[in-house]
């Protein structure tokens, strides 16, 4: 066994993804890897001052130890990460938080001393304005320091890897074309079957997932579209040279078609949302039947298409597909995510499995802190 | 830019594959890194001296050239790159044929003064005897030595990478099933459709894929499965600790249905072989109605199955798919392969798409070759 220094990791949000990614960390190979120095939730802080300690203990103590450090804020969590004498390096900064604030400030955490590398899959700093995006990789740029994102996309599907290694090897991309949301996926899998009619109302397939535990706790939030707007200017931003497609202001740069009702924009309170959304079932309803008509199901998908205009086309929304199209007869809340390319073509490369939830995307970030090691290290773990 | 030294660059058997391999080394940001330093045919060996040119001169001063060095065998090509004075290091060895001899001798290669990396689409030495698998695991212990073998299955598919990323990860792989072969999909695809009774007889489908160009010049070594077998094998071989499976001899272990009818076993002219063939086509008619009354349709699959006995069981041969299975809608020479596991169960992780044709096989090999450099160079190609 080669003996190495590990690489010290802090994860930021140990919610439902961070407590996953700590459980996964507890395998005996990752252990000798990498070493748990921190863990931030929203409220708390953990440090980790002992080499030896099981994933469960850390939860626990950090979820019951009542002389916990309380956390300051996002701005005491960058100044501890970019101290070097605080966190030793190499260091690995994991983002299992959806915040934009810490997402603003990669910049600065990445352009501290190193090596410090960053896994996340938080899609905030990768989906918004281009400058963010640039700055990340200007920090980055001349450093040892690595950034991986794959669970921004699809979760442990391989997506951004795939898009990544079609792109470096010159191929072209004509098209990609996905079913990105896994509420979205599980709400027309639902409402919009191939072949059958179904009679369950649009409000009703909502308020079923709801009380599931598929949306958000706004149903809003889903229905809005934004998060496959964020995943589709994620994969834009990574099409490397072949293309001009800009996306100065990242996903609300992406047309984007928003379920929600525009009488029902800005009911912030789920209860009323909820309770008025039956009032627009009639106009589901009717897009349902005129895609049946059609031999086809109604799918909320994204797609990036460069066949067309010469910068290409990003956009979001409801499309139809026949009853036969991998697209149609998916089911529960998978993903499914097809990239059309000059070699993948008439037949696209196709990924498809669960795009959400805690323990698959946990795994997109233990498969990046994996590869971060292999690159660092120099062996297999 | 950072400045690096290039990695030393050696294509053993540039045929098909091999070629295109070369034309996608072209791109620029790949030329920075890796320098074509040989190239070898089963018949010719091009020594490039210079660091500036392109795909099309080497491939057309290896063809044209009346000075090109004979190759002299096996031997030589294996104390040719195991020399550091000869190739500098750090070397790659691209190995794109299906030689066995070679396949044999990469323990040797890869004890030689390092760092000397391979990457190959050749099946043979991971899919044949444990001894060999670990006389090359054996040799990169302890070395910064890089071995990657993606475009062994699926070609350019992410299938390995995907298996590795869900077993170091930790998690728990219950069964992989797929359709392994190009050869196998298309004449499957055609002969048995989902919810159509197709007239063609087998015999017939086999004679357009031959006329096509998509089998081997003996059609029966597709028809063996032992393509099938082999993929299956050097899955097998990476499904980390979590089995006891084991495949003493290799793709000899695993248990195959072979399509080729015992009566033509011996039968080594192709054009006897053809012949003969539709002798047999009632037995596969009768299994093609048999499935279509059943409302499947019949497929050749590889299965790794490890939620039945202990040790796990692996087999390829036919079975039956339901008209609406993602294995029985596939179309043309697709690959598909399912990765059930403990994380993506009950649906499972799919990748699809083209699993033979040079341009993807190379696709794979440069994915890996980029690999290979990343976790050398320590920065982003």
Redesign the interface.
Known sequence: M?SVSPINVVIVGVGLVGEQVVH?L??P??KRIFRIRTLYTSKKKLVVSEDVYTASELISRLKSDQSNEVLGGVEDIVEYVSNSKKLPRPALVIDCTSNQTFADAYPRILSSPGPIHLVTPNKKAFSGPASLNKAIDDACR?T?N?VYKEATVGA???II??LR??V????EILKIEGIFSGTMSYLFNQFSQPGKRTTTRFSEVVAGAKANGYTEPHPGDDLNGSDVARKLCILARNLGSSTTLSLPDGFQSVPTQSLVPSQLVGVDDPTDFMKRLPEFDEQFEKLKNEAFEDGCVLRFVGIVDLTGKAEGEVKAGLEKYPF?H?FA?L??S?NIISFRSK??S?????????GAGA??T??GV??DM?KVA???L????
């Open positions: 080669v996964q507890d395998l190979n990752l001349g040892p690595l442990g599907l391989p890897s795939t290694e079609l470096v090897t010159g191929d036969a991998p007869t089911t529960g998978d070699r993948y008439p037949n696209p490369l196709i990924v498809q499995g669960s323990d698959v946990a795994m233990v498969g994996v292999e690159r660092t120099g062996h297999n773990i």
